[in-house]
């Protein structure tokens, strides 16, 4: 099964920081990317797609490096609210059509 | 919109009995993904089906799991003879298609088996 690999953490990072975290996937065929977030004992949660040329949305921004296979999530400014588990995810590589990377923790420091 | 529901939220039933855990995917979404996730691990996938059929059942963990999925909507994951470690939190998905359609979870439910 191909994999997506990520850092788990955790990430301590004071409030008002700037914090990137990478995710790496195996399978080349693999077209769309995601990143979800994952509050603790709740569903994960779409937060936003990757798309080749690298997009943003508000404090959050997402890249893609086909070459080197790997995805990154850039969040500033961050916020208490935004500790949470990170979820990477490529599509391709199972049955389910998307793989999961296990999470990068990130924790928030007032 | 309604997004993904499931029932019951929590579900604790005596070892060798068994369950049924039921999803309701968001109206229109053809694919239905099932996966459980253990205390503090990654998501692990069970199952998914494409409209009613499910062609790749090689997730599910042992025999004593089996899904259906009806009218390509309401789906349900039965477990028979649950064991201790079957206890996790079982979550459902859905999407609009199948890959690489950003799927929509629903709450999950948390089952304790003892």
């Known amino acids: 099964r191909k994999e997506v690999e990520q850092d788990p953490g955790p990430f301590n990072v004071p409030e008002g920081a700037t914090v990137a975290f990478n995710c790496t996937y195996s399978?080349?065929?693999?077209?769309?990317f995601f990143w979800y977030r994952q509050d603790c004992r709740k569903e994960p949660k779409l937060l936003m797609s990757v798309y080749s040329s690298g997009n943003e949305d508000g404090r959050f921004t997402a890249q893609l490096n086909r070459a080197s296979q790997y995805i990154s999530l850039l969040i500033r400014d961050s916020k208490l609210s935004d500790s949470a588990t990170y979820l990477c995810v490529a599509s391709g590589g199972g049955a389910d059509g998307l793989t999961f990377g296990k999470g990068t923790h990130l924790i928030i420091q007032p | 919109g309604a997004g993904v529901s499931q029932s019951p939220s929590n579900k604790v039933t005596e070892k060798g009995k068994d369950v049924e855990l039921r999803c309701d995917p968001i109206s229109g979404h053809t694919a239905l993904y099932w996966y459980r996730q253990s205390l503090g691990q990654g998501l692990e996938f069970l199952i998914y089906?494409?409209?009613?059929?499910?062609?790749?059942k090689s997730g599910l963990p042992s025999d004593r799991f089996s899904a259906e999925r009806t009218g390509g909507s309401v789906s349900t994951l039965t477990i028979q003879r649950t064991q201790q470690e079957d206890s996790a939190v079982y979550l459902c998905?859905?999407?609009?298609?199948?890959?690489?359609?950003?799927?929509?979870f629903g709450p999950g439910t948390r089952l304790t088996v003892t």
């Open positions: 089906f494409q409209g009613n059929s499910a062609p790749d």
């Open positions: 399978n080349s065929a693999s077209q769309s």
């Open positions: 998905a859905s999407s609009l298609y199948r890959s690489p359609y950003e799927q929509y």
